[in-house]
């Protein structure tokens, strides 16, 4: 595509050059998202509290070539623009298109994200206010481009040029720049932060300054080192942050709930979490390290929770179940705990939770829901619901799936969800008929029996039904008939995972808190057949202009690229374990590349 001269022209209007500015600004955080795998990470504060990154992932360009090249075959990103964009988004696009330096013409994604990224959060009780801070090694062309941007289109008066050992880095000194950012190039390095001060760390460490980093913090160390190496990185620290954060809240007539507060957070702990590209597919790693049990042991005690999760709620799937995901989870006392914390904090003026919803909804929690409920919860997926065409209304909008509860008391179960339901019910039509009109209270519910199971079916909406049975120790919810009779006959023929999800499960160590168990292959076809389908009425919203050939192109050439990546896909599986003060979980997805 030409390009206007006036692009190339690095005087330009006063606005053209301060968007230039801003867009250039932009472009040199992004592209600091990008080093490579000799480790950038020790590059970063000491005092990073947030922080995402990215290695390596060049070395899996051929994995991904196939799927890129289906998009491209297909020309699914112009059918998808021709459909959806009106001429006001149109134009929006390509102002951004024209914003873009010339410069990065023919350089593609590996060139600026393909070898290592680092973005970081970080802070100082010296200087609280969060700096960002970003690092990347790109390819020589992409660095070469992005300095060429920088001198022909920008003033060389925007920014003040400072230099920190032998290099060179540049700071924004104008009104251009509401925050001051600094940046700089040296080689393929390119870094930037919105404070100079932790810019000049950056460089003083890429140097060979022998000073602490991220790398050396006990954050990371704890909940990141462990589980590294990995082409996507995430972390995020909660002690740091209170520690931050807490002496600029003490002295202000509140400090016992401050500290109540503060002692809750720094339980929650360190959380690290890497994704790697496998020859198997894709698989998750994460690791939370809590914080002292002494702080808050009620909440310590909720968060390494180790009861494994009971296996009776395989009882209800059936053979043709493509999902299912199942925990052991307290939640009465989760429920008592933020009671309990609620009512430490009086600054929020309700006392406890259990008084603020008796006195304000008039209910009480514990009696309906908590006092009967045990510790497992499980959720099966028996089928996708087809595809709804374009103007026809949804059967069932809340798709199929059954939700189970362990109970300690069928009868309490019975009468808790009966009341909870019919409130819901209440509220739904009293949303969908406001004036009135329709009668007030919704229908009671029809009962019918399934295997000498009773069977409650609640119509709370159109197309919003609920079926509620309880037997085997459980409540079961379904979302639609088929989904609880699918349940029901399992349990009567003795259940049991299918073969597919069955060797999903035979991945999983003994011990787990939550497991989950997907056909990606089915999860994915049926994406694929419900946005083709529904593509039309996601167009229609999106604007006035609709053009029902193009929406028609762009639906059948989607659904064609998801079918494409769901014949790639295989099972997907996760679970997490607990071991005292550290949370542990995996997951892998299954990809044929």
Same mark, same amino acid.
């Given at each position: 595509?030409?390009?206007?001269?006036?692009?190339?022209?690095?005087?330009?209007?006063?606005?053209?050059?301060?968007?230039? @500015?801003?867009?250039?600004?932009?472009?040199?955080?992004?592209?600091?998202?990008?080093?490579?795998?000799?480790?950038? &990470?020790?590059?970063?504060?000491?005092?990073?509290?947030?922080?995402?990154?990215?290695?390596?992932?060049?070395?899996?360009?051929?994995?991904?070539?196939?799927?890129?090249?289906? %998009?491209?075959?297909?020309?699914? $990103?112009?059918?998808?623009?021709?459909?959806?964009?009106?001429?006001?988004?149109?134009?929006?696009?390509?102002?951004?298109?024209?914003?873009?330096?010339?410069?990065?013409?023919?350089?593609?994604?590996?060139?600026?994200?393909?070898?290592?990224?680092?973005?970081?959060?970080?802070?100082?009780?010296?200087?609280?206010?969060?700096?960002?801070?970003?690092?990347?090694?790109?390819?020589?062309?992409?660095?070469?481009?992005?300095?060429?941007?920088?001198? &022909?289109?920008?003033?060389?008066?925007?920014?003040?040029?400072?230099?920190?050992?032998? #290099?060179?880095?540049?700071?924004?000194?104008? +009104?251009?720049?509401?925050?001051?950012?600094?940046?700089?190039?040296?080689?393929?390095?390119?870094?930037?932060?919105?404070?100079?001060?932790?810019?000049?760390?950056?460089?003083?460490?890429?140097?060979?300054?022998?000073?602490?980093?991220?790398?050396?913090?006990?954050?990371? !160390?704890?909940?990141?080192?462990? #589980?590294?190496?990995? /082409?996507?990185?995430?972390?995020?620290?909660?002690?740091?942050?209170?520690?931050?954060?807490?002496?600029?809240?003490? $002295?202000?007539?509140?400090?016992?709930?401050?500290?109540?507060?503060?002692?809750?957070?720094?339980?929650?702990?360190?959380?690290?979490?890497?994704?790697?590209?496998?020859?198997?597919?894709?698989?998750?790693?994460?690791?939370?390290?809590? $914080?002292?049990?002494?702080?808050?042991?009620?909440?310590?005690?909720?968060?390494? /929770?180790?009861?494994?999760?009971?296996?009776?709620?395989?009882?209800?799937?059936?053979?043709?179940?493509?999902?299912?995901?199942?925990?052991?989870?307290?939640?009465?006392? %989760? %429920?008592?705990?933020?009671?309990?914390?609620?009512?430490?904090?009086?600054?929020?003026?309700?006392?406890?939770?259990?008084?603020?919803?008796?006195? /304000?909804?008039?209910?009480?929690? /514990?009696?309906?829901?908590?006092?009967?409920? @045990?510790?497992?919860?499980?959720?099966?997926?028996?089928?996708?619901?087809?595809?709804?065409?374009?103007?026809?209304?949804?059967?069932?909008?809340?798709?199929?799936?059954?939700?189970?509860?362990?109970?300690?008391?069928?009868?309490?179960?019975?009468?808790?969800?009966?009341?909870?339901?019919?409130?819901?019910?209440?509220?739904?039509?009293?949303?969908?008929?406001?004036?009135?009109?329709?009668?007030?209270?919704?229908?009671?519910?029809?009962?019918?029996?399934?295997? @000498?199971?009773?069977?409650?079916?609640?119509?709370?909406?159109?197309?919003?039904?609920?079926?509620?049975?309880?037997?085997?120790?459980?409540?079961?919810?379904?979302?639609?008939?088929?989904?609880?009779?699918?349940?029901?006959?399992?349990?009567?023929?003795?259940?049991?995972?299918?073969?597919?999800?069955?060797?999903?499960?035979?991945?999983?160590?003994?011990? !787990?808190?939550?497991?989950?168990?997907? +056909?990606?292959?089915?999860?994915?076809?049926?994406?694929?057949?419900?946005?083709?389908?529904?593509?039309?009425?996601?167009?229609?919203?999106?604007?006035?202009?609709?053009?029902?050939?193009?929406?028609?192109?762009?639906?059948?050439?989607?659904?064609?690229?998801?079918?494409?990546?769901?014949?790639?896909?295989?099972?997907?599986?996760?679970?997490?374990?607990?071991?005292? $003060?550290?949370?542990?979980?995996?997951?892998?997805?299954?990809?044929? %590349?």
């Amino acid at each position: 595509m030409s390009r206007p001269s006036y692009l190339t022209n690095p005087i330009g209007s006063p606005l053209r050059r301060a968007v230039r @500015g801003l867009v250039l600004a932009l472009v040199a955080l992004a592209l600091a998202a990008t080093a490579s795998a000799q480790g950038l &990470e020790r590059l970063l504060p000491q005092d990073t509290f947030v922080a995402i990154g990215l290695s390596g992932l060049q070395q899996h360009e051929a994995k991904f070539q196939p799927i890129v090249d289906e %998009w491209v075959r297909l020309d699914l $990103g112009a059918l998808l623009n021709e459909a959806l964009a009106e001429e006001e988004v149109a134009g929006e696009l390509d102002e951004l298109d024209d914003a873009i330096p010339e410069a990065f013409a023919g350089l593609g994604f590996y060139d600026f994200f393909g070898d290592e990224f680092w973005f970081a959060v970080s802070a100082s009780r010296s200087n609280p206010l969060p700096t960002v801070t970003v690092v990347a090694r790109v390819s020589e062309e992409a660095a070469a481009a992005l300095a060429q941007a920088i001198e &022909e289109e920008s003033d060389p008066a925007d920014f003040q040029v400072l230099t920190e050992g032998s #290099i060179e880095f540049r700071v924004g000194a104008t +009104d251009e720049f509401d925050t001051p950012i600094a940046f700089a190039i040296e080689g393929t390095l390119v870094t930037a932060s919105s404070n100079p001060d932790a810019l000049r760390g950056v460089l003083r460490r890429y140097q060979g300054a022998a000073e602490p980093s991220f790398r050396d913090s006990a954050g990371f !160390a704890a909940a990141v080192a462990p #589980i590294m190496p990995g /082409n996507v990185v995430a972390y995020f620290d909660l002690p740091t942050i209170v520690g931050l954060a807490r002496p600029f809240a003490e $002295g202000m007539g509140f400090d016992a709930s401050v500290d109540r507060l503060a002692r809750a957070l720094e339980t929650v702990g360190s959380y690290g979490a890497v994704t790697r590209v496998t020859d198997q597919g894709v698989e998750s790693l994460s690791l939370q390290v809590l $914080g002292d049990a002494s702080l808050d042991p009620s909440l310590h005690a909720l968060l390494s /929770n180790r009861t494994p999760v009971s296996s009776e709620p395989l009882a209800f799937v059936g053979p043709g179940a493509v999902g299912y995901q199942a925990g052991s989870t307290d939640l009465g006392a %989760w %429920w008592d705990y933020l009671d309990e914390l609620s009512a430490d904090l009086p600054e929020l003026g309700i006392g406890g939770l259990n008084a603020f919803v008796a006195d /304000n909804l008039g209910l009480d929690l /514990n009696q309906l829901l908590f006092d009967w409920m @045990g510790d497992t919860f499980a959720t099966i997926t028996p089928a996708f619901a087809p595809a709804t065409q374009i103007g026809v209304m949804p059967e069932n909008l809340l798709g199929d799936a059954v939700y189970l509860i362990e109970t300690t008391d069928p009868a309490a179960a019975a009468q808790g969800l009966q009341m909870l339901i019919q409130m819901a019910g209440f509220m739904a039509s009293s949303f969908a008929d406001p004036y009135g009109e329709g009668g007030g209270m919704p229908a009671a519910p029809q009962t019918r029996d399934v295997g @000498g199971v009773s069977v409650d079916s609640y119509a709370l909406a159109e197309g919003v039904t609920l079926e509620v049975a309880i037997t085997g120790g459980y409540v079961l919810i379904a979302t639609s008939s088929d989904s609880m009779d699918a349940a029901l006959q399992a349990q009567a023929a003795g259940g049991g995972l299918p073969a597919g999800l069955a060797e999903l499960a035979a991945e999983v160590p003994l011990g !787990a808190g939550n497991v989950s168990f997907v +056909d990606g292959g089915a999860s994915y076809r049926a994406l694929a057949e419900q946005l083709g389908a529904e593509f039309g009425l996601f167009a229609g919203l999106a604007g006035s202009d609709f053009d029902f050939e193009a929406v028609e192109r762009a639906g059948g050439a989607l659904q064609e690229f998801l079918s494409f990546v769901a014949d790639r896909m295989g099972g997907a599986y996760s679970y997490g374990v607990s071991d005292g $003060g550290v949370l542990r979980g995996y997951s892998l997805s299954r990809v044929a %590349w």
